[in-house]
Each structure stands twice: as structure tokens, then as C-alpha cells.
Nanobody, 126 residues
Framework: QVQLVESGGGLVQAGGSMRLSCAAS????????MGWFRQAPGKEREFVAA????????DYADSVKGRFTISRTNAKNTVYLQAHSLEPEDTAVYYC???????????????????WGQGTQVTVSS
């Protein structure tokens, strides 16, 4: 089992940058593929990015590709989401999620992720 705590959200102007962090408890962080999702008011929670256990594989939603970067430091039990060129449409609560895996195959479906953080608000002003 793993517990996740996000941090780094806040208010940023359009065109700005922000880095979100997700700290995981437990000693087997490197056994989990990790994902970032977001949920805007009145909308479904949507996939943003994912990274494999080793960090060798990543995947991004088309809406953030080229602007966001997911990374992880297994020695620190932490996964990051670096966001550049933020747009008002990026405003949402951002969630970190984890799925135990025996391989580096990463998935986009929110229903596949068993563990979730409490979320951190990101607001992009125009």
C-alpha cells in the first residue's frame, strides 16, 4: 500500500510555470507506475501524464504534450510534474495516482490506479 501527498499548487499567470510534487510513503515506491490526473469544476477527472516504475517510459495527454514533463526520483519516493506555458484551461485540481506493477507498461485509465492523493489546486489566471 502507498499513501500519496501532493504539493506545489497555487495561482500562476498564463504563460507561467509550476512544478507539482507527489511524495509517496512506503519502501516500494519503485514498484509503482505513477500518474497525474486533473479535474476541473463540472468536468470528469482526466489523464495528464504517466511514468513507469523505472522512469524510462512516459506518456502525455495531447493537451499538455510539449508543455508538461513528468519525472520521478525513486530514492526520494517522489514524482514530479513540471508545467510550462500554462493556460487558463489548465486550471484544475491535480491528483497524483499510483498503480502497483511488475513491468513498465503504463496506462491512462483512471480506473486502473488504486491509490490517489488528496489533490492540489492549480489556478491559471488570464
Amino acid at each position: 500500500q502507498v499513501q500519496l501527498v501532493e504539493s506545489g499548487g497555487g495561482l500562476v499567470q498564463a504563460g507561467g510555470s509550476m512544478r507539482l510534487s507527489c511524495a509517496a510513503s512506503g519502501r516500494t515506491f519503485s514498484s509503482y507506475n505513477m500518474g497525474w490526473f486533473r479535474q476541473a469544476p463540472g468536468k470528469e477527472r482526466e489523464f495528464v501524464a504517466a511514468i513507469s516504475r523505472s522512469g524510462d517510459s512516459t506518456d502525455y495527454a495531447d493537451s499538455v504534450k510539449g508543455r508538461f514533463t513528468i519525472s520521478r526520483t525513486n530514492a526520494k519516493n517522489t514524482v514530479y510534474l513540471q508545467a510550462h506555458s500554462l493556460e487558463p484551461e489548465d486550471t484544475a485540481v491535480y491528483y497524483c495516482a499510483a498503480i502497483y506493477s511488475t513491468n513498465d507498461y503504463i496506462v491512462r485509465s483512471k480506473y486502473s490506479y488504486a491509490y490517489w492523493g488528496q489533490g492540489t489546486q492549480v489556478t491559471v489566471s488570464s
